[in-house]
């Protein structure tokens, strides 16, 4: 059974930096395109990042230069590294793994993403 895991999400204030990780477990599809996404209350699900299996990243434009993902294949952990932060990025963020593999220069769909994590909250203050 596949499971994924995310923590590092809390409250900061604007200009900070948070390191999100997510642990996938029991997850063997590693060439397939694994993501992370967050959503706001009262707002869709939105793609942040995707990242294929030799770490190929592709961003959305309003995290570019600021959000940078990795991914540990050995360990089977994903990161996201969040500097800059702005009130606008408060949301809860998910780790995804889709059924497809990553095309660049397009995030996956929300419905090409299989397995999700709990989420962590992302509070970013003013």
């Known amino acids: 059974q596949v499971q994924l895991a995310e923590s590092g999400g809390g409250s900061v204030q604007a200009g900070g930096s948070l390191r999100l990780s997510c642990a996938a477990y029991g997850y063997t599809s590693l060439h397939n395109c694994m993501g992370w996404f967050r959503q706001a209350p009262e707002k869709e699900r939105e793609g942040v990042v995707a990242i294929n299996y030799d770490g190929q990243t592709t961003y959305a434009e309003s995290v570019k230069g600021r959000f940078t993902a990795s991914k540990d294949n050995a360990e089977n952990t994903l990161y996201l590294q969040m500097n800059s932060l702005k009130p606008e990025d408060t949301a809860t963020y998910y780790c995804?793994?889709?059924?497809?593999?990553?095309?660049?220069?397009?995030?996956?769909?929300?419905?090409?993403?299989?397995?999700w994590g709990q989420g962590t909250q992302v509070t970013v203050s003013s």
């Open positions: 995804a793994a889709a059924t497809v593999i990553c095309r660049p220069p397009y995030i996956p769909s929300v419905s090409h993403f299989r397995y």
